[in-house]
């Protein structure tokens, strides 16, 4: 949701690095994580007092830098874009986080980890492959663990398909709609979808 008053009201990070990160992603297309929902997920780090997190889908870096800036957690991030790479990578560096933030090269698919003690695993990455994605890393994550997942919304057009033109769109929000079904039923977590941002669930991992 973009609200202008809270827009307003809330303040903006005040920080040089995240600037040049806004300022890179709008260069590149980047669709990074939305204010409402990078301030959530720092939020429900602290809360939890989250020390370990995966991400699937790290793009420039923005929200795996935001984690490590705001937070005191480790961070383990999977990126298949080599150009992405290129840019997280010095992203990183600039930000002297690479002791605290590890990016893998590679899709998320072809990826396993050995680490079960995830304290929160983000998915960020190609919705297609959400279900696998969720499926495959949520076993690393400990009980008691939070999933977060963006996008589920997609601008609005996962509630109507049907005025979607592009048949590659139509399908795509398809699939969405049928992750968020899928989370909403797998009882193995506690999950709830909130019209922050994009769209962002939140699940517990039982
Ligand atoms: N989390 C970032 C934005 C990620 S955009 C932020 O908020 O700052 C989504 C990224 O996921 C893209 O860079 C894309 O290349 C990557 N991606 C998509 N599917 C993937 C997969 N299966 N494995 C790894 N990376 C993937
Ligand atoms: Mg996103």
Same mark, same amino acid.
């Given at each position: 949701m973009n609200n202008h008053y809270l827009s307003s009201v809330n303040k903006e990070f005040d920080h040089q690095m995240i600037k040049f990160l806004l300022t890179q992603a709008k260069e590149f297309n980047v669709p990074i994580i939305s204010d409402e929902g990078i301030n959530l997920l720092i939020q429900l780090i602290k809360i939890s007092s989250s020390k370990k997190i995966l991400e699937i889908g790290t793009a420039i870096g923005y929200s795996s830098i *935001?984690? +490590?800036? =705001?937070?005191? +957690?480790?961070?383990? &991030?999977?990126? %298949?874009d080599e150009k992405m790479v290129v840019l997280a990578k010095n992203n990183?560096?600039?930000? @002297? *986080? &690479?002791? %605290?933030? &590890?990016?893998i090269q590679g899709d998320g698919r072809d990826i396993s980890l050995?680490?079960?003690? #995830?304290d929160i695993l983000f998915i960020d990455a190609a919705k297609a492959a959400y279900i696998d994605l969720f499926e495959k890393f949520s076993k690393n994550v400990k009980t008691g663990g939070i999933i977060i997942c963006d996008n589920l919304l997609f601008?609005?057009?996962?509630?109507?398909?049907?005025?979607?033109?592009?048949? @590659? %769109? %139509?399908q795509l929000v398809k699939k969405i709609d049928k992750f968020n079904q899928y989370l909403v039923n @797998?009882?193995? =977590?506690?999950? #709830?979808? #909130?019209?922050?941002?994009?769209?962002?669930?939140?699940?517990i991992k039982k």
């Open positions: *935001l984690m +490590a800036l =705001f937070s005191d +957690a480790i961070i383990t &991030t999977i990126e %298949r990183i560096k600039k930000a @002297n *986080l &690479t002791s %605290r933030v &590890t990016l050995e680490d079960n003690d #995830y601008k609005g057009q996962v509630e109507n398909p049907d005025i979607i033109e592009s048949r @590659n %769109r %139509r @797998n009882s193995n =977590f506690n999950t #709830y979808i #909130y019209g922050i941002g994009d769209g962002i669930s939140i699940s």
